[in-house]
């Protein structure tokens, strides 16, 4: 149990299909971070958020999207799925004060697009 | 990119030493993480180092060289449960840059 949990833990959709992948982070976690995982590669940075507003953004498209709610948790939405987007989508979240090292990752969601 | 090159795959034996390298070319960074991920699981921190130097963290170490665009991760007395993919990664401006991870088989 790391502490952050994301849903679903495995999805299927369709091409041009829209997703939404969900992060709950422990209370006072006000950092949250979203990385894209293919296959045999590391984590990629698509965005983070800091007190529920977007303070920094990887190269991705603008049909990445996401949001952070007061209770600490938050979501990345994806429209116009695309086959590429396949991969594990991982959250990560600290909390004030901590350090780079402060970071913990959930799980992740597994998508696969078809 | 920061360009973080990390060997694809290694294979160790039970009990032995093994020593993961990553390189990278940037042009600072905050510090440098070491992550190891097994199939499926969250990417689990494992060491930092921010100055030049070896950290030493029980089984696990990890050294940096600024000016040589360099670092290795070391793992003694491996267990059959260190098997898994482990991550280089740069913190620069408020992001994680990951290397592709290194995936190590360890064999009894």
């Known amino acids: 149990e790391t502490g952050v949990t994301q849903s679903p833990t495995h999805l299927i959709k369709t091409r041009g299909q829209q997703v939404t992948l969900r992060c709950s982070s422990q209370?006072?976690?006000?950092?949250v971070s979203w990385y894209q995982q293919a296959l045999g590669q590391g984590p990629q940075f698509i965005f983070q958020?800091?007190?529920?507003?977007?303070?920094g953004r990887g190269n991705f498209p603008p049909r990445f999207s996401g949001l952070q709610f007061p209770n600490y948790s938050s979501e990345l939405n994806v429209n116009a799925l695309e086959l590429d987007d396949s991969a594990l989508y991982l959250c990560a979240s600290r909390q004030p004060g901590q350090g780079d090292y402060g970071y913990t990752f959930g799980s992740g969601t597994r998508l696969t697009v078809v | 990119g920061q360009n973080i090159d990390q060997p694809t795959e290694m294979t160790a034996t039970e009990g032995a030493i093994v020593q993961i390298n990553c390189t990278y070319q940037t042009s600072g960074f905050n510090g440098l993480f070491w992550y190891q991920q097994h199939a499926g699981e969250a990417p689990t921190f494992l060491s930092y180092n921010v100055l030049d130097g070896l950290e030493e963290k029980g089984r696990f170490s990890s050294f940096l060289s600024r000016s040589k665009g360099y670092s290795y991760l070391l793992l003694k007395e491996l267990q059959m449960k260190d098997s898994a993919s482990y991550l280089c990664?740069?913190?620069?401006?408020?992001?994680?840059?990951f290397g592709t991870g290194t995936s190590l088989t360890v064999i009894p």
């Open positions: 958020y800091y007190r529920e507003e977007e303070n």
């Open positions: 990664a740069i913190w620069a401006g408020n992001q994680f840059y």
């Open positions: 209370s006072g976690h006000n950092t």
